[in-house]
Nanobody, 127 residues
Framework: QVQLAESGGGLVQAGDSLVLSCEAS????????MGWFRQAPGKEREFVAR????????LYEDSVKGRFTISRDNAKNTVYLQMTSLKPEDTAVYYC????????????????????WGQGTQVTVSS
């Protein structure tokens, strides 16, 4: 069992930056691929980014490429999402996720590829 706790969300202005952190407990995250999803009011949960167990294979949703960076520190059992040039459309609850490695890029974007979810942290970007 893995428990995930996100932190770092908040209210910022368009163009600002934020760093989200996700601290895991219960098991080492080196056993898992880690990622981030987000959900805006009235919308479905959306894939944001994923990093493989080794940290070598990284995947981003198209709208965040070049602005968001996912990273992991297995020694600290923590995953990060560095967000820059934030836009109002980035406003959402951001969830940290953990799951086994799966084949095929399309599967890695699906919520059901991840066993463990955090409670989420709110990010609000004002225009």
């Amino acid at each position: 069992q893995v428990q995930l706790a996100e932190s770092g969300g908040g209210l910022v202005q368009a163009g600002d930056s934020l760093v989200l952190s996700c601290e895991a407990s219960g098991r080492t995250i080196s056993d898992y691929a880690m990622g981030w999803f987000r959900q805006a009011p009235g919308k479905e949960r959306e894939f944001v980014a994923r990093i493989s167990n080794s940290g070598i294979v990284i995947l981003y949703e198209d709208s965040v490429k070049g602005r968001f960076t996912i990273s992991r520190d297995n020694a600290k059992n923590t995953v990060y999402l560095q967000m820059t040039s934030l836009k109002p459309e980035d406003t959402a609850v951001y969830y940290c996720v953990a799951g086994p490695d799966v084949s095929f890029t399309w599967r890695r974007r699906l919520p059901n590829a991840y066993e463990y979810w955090g409670q989420g942290t709110q990010v609000t970007v004002s225009s």
